[in-house]
Structure formats: structure tokens, C-alpha cells
């Protein structure tokens, strides 16, 4: 095994560890939005309080994904971006409101805080594994994708060199 062939793995392990870490801290301050409000909205029905808790957590965090969890990586078009990050919110959204709507409705738990605040928690798991995949792949690209020059590429966007 060739010395640059180690460094680079333990180059790409350690930039996984950070945009983990980041995008965890990240994560958690969207899960406590979500999650308070959430609760806060939630005798108003469950679908308009999921609705408002993760709209409010994706604004939030988008700029703190944008500027921390993935800081490293390429600017693409500023648009592509976040009309890319504000679509996969959409869809994560759209999941949990059919998990919730099942729940508060064929199975009647629509007044039971407690099992609806569970399946909340499931679908905020289940969201964040396919975020962060998507959020890779779609909208904080490596520098390598962005260079290779995707068609909707802004070549006017400063470019940010990834650091290791």
C-alpha cells in the first residue's frame, strides 16, 4: 500500500467525522425546532404542526448546513442549491406527514400526545438518514462534480477548495 493511497483514507475519514459531527450539532438544533414546535402547534392537528416545525427547521437548517456541515465543499449556483436542499425538506416532509396522517387517522391516535410524538421522533430518524445522503449527492457537491462542470453551474459563484 502506497503511503498516498493511506493519507488519502484517513483524509476521507476524517472529512466524513467532520461533516458527521457538524451535521449532527446542525441536526440538532432542527430537532429541537421541530420537536418544540411540534408540540407547541400541536392541538391545532398534527399535520398543520408537522408542516410548520420542519418548514421552520429547514430554513434553519439550510444556513447552518450551507455554513458548517459542508462548508468545505463546493459552491454551486446558489438557486440549484437551495432549490435542491428545500426539495429534499419537501420530500422528508412529505414522508412524515403520511407516517403522521396514518397514525392520527386509521389508527385513531390523533389526541394521544405520546404515540404521536413517537411516531414524530421515527420520522425525524428516518428523515435525517435520507438527508444527509441527499444532501451529499444532490446539493453540497464535492469539488470534483462542481469541476467537472454541471450544466446549471454558476460560473460566476466563488468556488471553495476542499480542505482536508
Given at each position: 500500500?502506497?503511503?498516498?493511497?493511506?493519507?488519502?483514507?484517513?483524509?476521507?475519514?476524517?472529512?466524513?467525522?467532520?461533516?458527521?459531527?457538524?451535521?449532527?450539532?446542525?441536526?440538532?438544533?432542527?430537532?429541537i425546532?421541530?420537536?418544540?414546535?411540534?408540540?407547541?402547534?400541536?392541538?391545532?392537528?398534527?399535520?398543520?404542526?408537522?408542516?410548520?416545525?420542519?418548514?421552520?427547521?429547514?430554513?434553519?437548517?439550510?444556513?447552518?448546513?450551507?455554513?458548517?456541515?459542508?462548508?468545505?465543499?463546493?459552491?454551486?449556483?446558489?438557486?440549484?442549491?437551495?432549490?435542491?436542499?428545500f426539495?429534499?425538506?419537501?420530500?422528508?416532509?412529505?414522508?412524515?406527514?403520511?407516517?403522521?396522517?396514518?397514525?392520527?387517522?386509521?389508527?385513531?391516535?390523533?389526541?394521544?400526545?405520546?404515540?404521536?410524538?413517537?411516531?414524530?421522533?421515527a420520522?425525524?430518524?428516518?428523515?435525517?438518514?435520507?438527508?444527509?445522503?441527499?444532501?451529499?449527492?444532490?446539493?453540497?457537491?464535492?469539488?470534483?462534480?462542481?469541476?467537472?462542470?454541471?450544466?446549471?453551474?454558476?460560473?460566476?459563484?466563488?468556488?471553495?477548495?476542499?480542505?482536508?
Amino acid at each position: 500500500m502506497s503511503h498516498s493511497f493511506v493519507d488519502r483514507v484517513r483524509g476521507s475519514w476524517r472529512l466524513l467525522v467532520k461533516e458527521l459531527a457538524a451535521f449532527g450539532f446542525v441536526g440538532a438544533i432542527g430537532f429541537i425546532i421541530d420537536l418544540s414546535l411540534f408540540n407547541f402547534f400541536f392541538n391545532d392537528g398534527q399535520i398543520f404542526a408537522k408542516t410548520i416545525s420542519t418548514t421552520v427547521a429547514t430554513v434553519v437548517t439550510y444556513v447552518g448546513n450551507r455554513y458548517l456541515s459542508f462548508s468545505h465543499r463546493a459552491r454551486s449556483n446558489l438557486g440549484r442549491e437551495a432549490g435542491f436542499f428545500f426539495l429534499i425538506n419537501l420530500i422528508a416532509l412529505v414522508g412524515a406527514l403520511a407516517v403522521i396522517a396514518v397514525f392520527s387517522y386509521p389508527l385513531h391516535f390523533k389526541h394521544h400526545i405520546v404515540v404521536m410524538n413517537v411516531v414524530n421522533l421515527a420520522t425525524i430518524g428516518l428523515g435525517t438518514v435520507f438527508r444527509f445522503w441527499a444532501y451529499k449527492r444532490f446539493v453540497f457537491l464535492h469539488p470534483d462534480r462542481v469541476a467537472a462542470g454541471l450544466p446549471d453551474d454558476d460560473p460566476n459563484e466563488q468556488q471553495v477548495p476542499q480542505t482536508v
